[in-house]
């Protein structure tokens, strides 16, 4: 519980967090060995790593056993990229949310695609989603479970930018801890402009069609 307090803190301290991503226990020890504070899993190197595509193909069991052996080996803070949950039902979601957290993971990042149908969870759908995940946590002891919530329209709309201010306003009102926005073309400031909320993190252009 000591690392999810400590990685739900420092976005308000005046330490910048330089997190690493990881897809095996090896590049996640020499993360460590390097000085990174905190390792993110990422899903699409994860999956690529053992000869699946990226887009939740490799099956949830699998990727939360890699999850886990990287939690278990190392003394840093692990946020997990969980894909979008490895399913369309909400509770199942919100079960792959626990079993994660179980595992020993500081935080998740989830994103609203839809795996099967290469489109997007409605605004409305998925900030309820994330709505009903953030309360099931803070009734079960992750008070402070860090959430950050990945918007993937830059990969779809036609508005991205329109799009990415509705869904972030949703989502961050709906619990999301921060917002994640692959793809992002326009300096993330401009986004904060019409945003009561500095929840937001600028993810480099180059980012990968499926992963962090």
């Not at 595992?103 to 900030?127: C, F, P, T, W, Y």
């Not at 329109?162 to 917002?179: D, K, L, N, P």
Request: charged residues 25%; proline residues 2%; glycine residues 8%.
């Amino acid at each position: 519980m000591k690392k999810i307090q400590e990685f739900n803190e420092w976005p308000s301290s005046k330490e910048l967090l330089f997190i690493g991503n990881a897809w095996d226990l090896l590049s996640a020890l020499i993360l460590e060995k390097a000085g990174f504070k905190a390792i993110g899993t990422t899903s699409w190197s994860i999956a690529n790593s053992l000869g699946f595509s990226d887009g939740e193909w490799m099956g949830f069991d699998r990727h939360l056993g890699i999850i886990k052996t990287i939690v278990e080996n190392v003394k840093i803070s692990v946020s997990a990229d969980i894909e979008a949950g490895y399913s369309e039902d909400a509770n199942m979601i919100i079960e792959n949310v626990f079993r994660t957290a179980d595992v020993g993971v500081a935080g998740i990042n989830m994103e609203d695609s839809l795996k099967k149908s290469m489109d997007l969870r409605e605004v409305l759908q998925h900030a309820h989603l994330l709505e009903k995940i953030r309360v099931a946590l803070d009734h079960n002891d992750y008070k402070y479970f860090y959430s950050n919530a990945r918007i993937d329209n830059y990969f779809q709309s036609r508005n991205p930018l329109i799009e990415t201010i509705e869904r972030a306003r949703a989502y961050v009102e709906s619990g999301a801890s921060e917002i994640l926005v692959p793809g992002l073309k326009e300096p993330a400031g401009k986004l904060v402009e019409y945003m009561d909320t500095s929840h937001l993190y600028e993810n480099a252009p180059s980012a990968g069609r499926r992963g962090m």
